[in-house]
């Protein structure tokens, strides 16, 4: 009855990326390149965070960064800086995610014939980047103590999505009403699956056991 014409373009378009993020990873496999897909909020600590873990696992990984930001290129001069490891921005044009046609344009302009990891750090957002894969072959997030305990209850996908949750900034818990067994029974009851590890990107506590998961993540991709 209705003159309205109306499209669907949801559907089709996730079903293209999620496609297109498939074929990603098997040519990643096939390449030998890990790639990880960290995301967050703004603020959380994702740049820290990265900074100190490739400065623990540099000796026994080539290991790249693909920093997205919407305009900017503060965090890759950062990382490139304080970790010397291969660093490049994506710009994403106003864009609040990455899909896999980004991220692959990415990848391909960083060259991984030459690398074993790479980091991909996601628009600061928890919306819309747990909706979209990126084809990577492990998708991490931190949440920080500021933030508040509550955020799985409120932003229950990216939780669900997420194979490791990284609490970070513990050595603020004092000054916060952070429940940290509350919010491991809240993203627990999102994905029991989810490995939970506590840090603090500043001080570099918890750092050594995020290094260690990955060595695990990294060994068990490769056989399998
Ligand atoms: N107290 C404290 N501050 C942190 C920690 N990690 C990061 N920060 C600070 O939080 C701010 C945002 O960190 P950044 O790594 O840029 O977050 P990103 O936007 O997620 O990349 C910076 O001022 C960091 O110094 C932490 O573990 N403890
Ligand atoms: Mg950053
Ligand atoms: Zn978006």
């Known amino acids: 009855m209705s003159e309205i014409k109306t499209i669907i373009v949801n559907r089709s378009a996730y079903a293209d990326n999620d496609l297109e993020a498939n074929a990603l990873r098997a040519y990643l496999k096939e390449k030998g390149t ?14 820290t965070t990265l900074t100190k873990l490739i ?15 919407i305009d900017s290129d503060v965090d890759a001069i950062s990382i490139a800086k ?3 490891v291969k660093s490049i ?3 994403t044009s106003g864009m609040c995610h990455l899909d896999a046609g980004m991220t692959k344009s990415g990848l391909d302009s960083i060259d ?13 957002n928890l919306v819309c980047p747990a909706e979209f894969d990126t084809g990577a072959s492990l998708d991490i997030m931190i949440l920080s103590v500021p933030e508040g305990d509550d955020k799985p209850l409120k932003y229950p996908l990216v939780f669900e999505k997420c194979d490791l949750v990284i609490i970070n900034k513990i050595d603020t818990l004092e000054y916060f009403d952070f ?19 506590p840090i603090s990107a500043k001080t570099g506590q918890g750092i050594e056991l995020v290094a260690k ?11 399998n």
């Open 213 to 223: 998961y990955f060595k695990e993540k990294i060994r068990n991709w490769k056989e």
């Open 55 to 69: 400065n623990a696992l540099k000796n026994e990984y080539r290991i790249g960064v693909m920093e997205a930001d």
């Open 34 to 47: 890990f790639v990880v897909n960290l995301m967050s909020s703004p603020g959380a600590g994702k740049t």
């Open 112 to 124: 991984i014939n030459d690398l074993d990891l790479v980091f991909l750090e996601n628009v600061g």
């Open 89 to 91: 921005q994506l710009h």
């Open 82 to 84: 304080n970790t010397g």
């Open 179 to 197: 429940n940290l067994e509350k919010c491991t029974e809240w993203i627990k009851r999102r994905n029991k699956n989810a490995t939970i590890i």
